[in-house]
């Protein structure tokens, strides 16, 4: 129904064929709590393309190139594991080995056209992905003071047996073991910054909250706050609860303050401003949603209920 409502032009017949308005990239990130495997680790996201039957094809190729090539180097998963690991290669920020199969062939033209007999094919050689050198994304991980230290140590020269648990704002609790791979591979983007204080009440008198505030509410409220949704916070809007009004036609100061905002998804974002749709933090950081027709839901870390009185 919000569909239909609030984005008509998303609602077509599911039998129809797939076209050009249907391409698109989605990735699905476990949530904490809710993603699969022991002890609720996550680790492991989900990516999903519809495109260009061409380009699709042409990727694919890539990545059973590079699937290849780290069977070659003497990698023994499966082929899907190897396809899977070929993006990370296909992005990492530090140059990866491979296997060079080209280098005789363009060296062959020597003079007279005799082949040069000093490079041999197949040799190992270090290239930059494809991608380049990019950045953007962004995880904040939390993790306790000693596997900190020893994310860039032997964990048993600590005393550490196994593992430890590390927690991410979009990607779920994830093994230091994995933290640290991410780490070796891209560690000139890691930075340690101090625990951001959860319990900060300071306003501002502008719409637009600063980005510690910012930080603040996506971190305490891990999912948009609507009742039953799981979109991140990272990807959805920050809502005021009570509607901001600003200074200048008559708001109050103190406005936009970290008890006052909430993230919601784009969809109930729209469905809360023009849907007749209220909502209210309570103390304890819970929320209580009432509908248009007065039903109620309260909506917790650890799910959504629905309060609505029978009848």
């Known amino acids: 129904m919000a569909i239909a409502k609030f984005h008509p032009e998303l609602v077509k017949d599911p039998t129809a064929p797939r076209g050009k308005a249907d391409w698109g990239v989605w990735l699905h990130h476990p949530h904490a709590g809710h993603e699969e495997g022991a002890g609720g680790i996550a680790g492991t996201s989900e990516l999903q393309a519809v495109g260009d039957s061409l380009d699709l094809t042409r990727f694919l190729d890539l990545l059973n190139h590079e699937a290849e090539t780290l069977r070659r180097l003497g990698d ?7 396809r899977a690991k070929a993006i990370g290669r296909l992005t990492d920020d530090t140059d990866q080995p491979t296997l060079d ?10 003079v007279g056209g005799e082949p040069r007999t000093d490079v041999k094919p197949g040799r190992l050689v270090t290239t930059p992905g494809p991608f380049g050198r990019r950045r953007g994304l962004r995880v904040m991980a939390h993790v306790n003071l000693a596997d900190l230290f020893a994310l860039g140590l032997d964990p048993h020269e600590l005393g550490l047996d196994g593992d430890g648990i ?19 591979r891209h560690g000139s983007l890691a930075t340690v910054t101090p625990v951001v204080d959860l ?14 505030m910012d930080t603040l509410v996506r971190l305490r409220d891990p999912h948009c ?13 920050l809502d005021h609860i009570d509607p901001y009004l600003p200074l200048g036609e ?8 970290p008890e ?9 974002h729209l469905m ?12 304890d950081g819970t929320y209580i949603w009432t509908s248009q027709h007065g039903r109620t839901w309260l909506v917790t870390p650890q799910g959504t209920h629905d309060t609505s009185q029978p009848g």
């Open 272 to 283: 809360k401003t023009h849907g007749r749709w209220r909502y209210r933090r309570a103390r």
């Open 225 to 237: 706050v609507y009742p039953n949704c799981e979109r991140s916070s990272w990807d959805a809007d």
């Open 199 to 212: 319990n900060r009440t300071d306003a501002v008198d502008r719409h637009d909250p600063p980005e510690w």
């Open 76 to 82: 023994t998963d499966t082929i899907d594991q190897r």
């Open 250 to 257: 008559g708001g109050p100061p103190g406005q936009t303050r």
């Open 260 to 268: 006052n905002l909430a993230p919601l998804c784009r969809r109930h």
């Open 101 to 110: 199969y080209t280098t005789i062939a363009n060296d062959t033209a020597a």
């Open 166 to 184: 590390a927690s991410t704002d979009r990607l779920g609790q994830v093994l230091t073991s994995q933290l640290r791979d991410w780490l070796a």
